[in-house]
Nanobody, 115 residues
Framework: QVQLVESGGGLVQPGGSLRLSCAAS????????MDWYRQAPGKQRELVAT???????NYAHSVKGRFTISRDNAKNAVYLQMNNLRPEDTAVYYC?????????WGQGTQVTVSS
């Protein structure tokens, strides 16, 4: 059974930081490209950051320079370090993994940026 379990969300003030984690099980994690998506109320889900199986990264323009995606294949985990958070970063953040025709989603973790 494949599981992607996110953690680390919460309430943070503007300018603050959070680190999201996603623990994967049931897949050969090192072969998967991993992404973080987010969905704000009333908006479409959007891609935030991607890390390939080889460790290459890519970011949405809105988070470039503030967010960092990383992975630890030994721990079957992917992370999203979020710095200098803004109210517009408020959303449910989802972990997503892709390999060949397989793709899996986590259940999401809420991030709220508010004073």
């Amino acid at each position: 059974q494949v599981q992607l379990v996110e953690s680390g969300g919460g309430l943070v003030q503007p300018g603050g930081s959070l680190r999201l984690s996603c623990a994967a099980s049931g897949i050969i994690f090192r072969m998967y490209a991993m992404d973080w998506y987010r969905q704000a109320p009333g908006k479409q889900r959007e891609l935030v950051a991607t890390i390939t199986s080889g460790g290459n990264t890519n970011y949405a323009h809105s988070v470039k320079g503030r967010f960092t995606i990383s992975r630890d294949n030994a721990k079957n985990a992917v992370y999203l370090q979020m710095n200098n958070l803004r109210p517009e970063d408020t959303a449910v953040y989802y972990c997503h993994g892709t390999y060949s025709w397989n793709n899996y989603w986590g259940q999401g973790t809420q991030v709220t940026v508010s004073s």
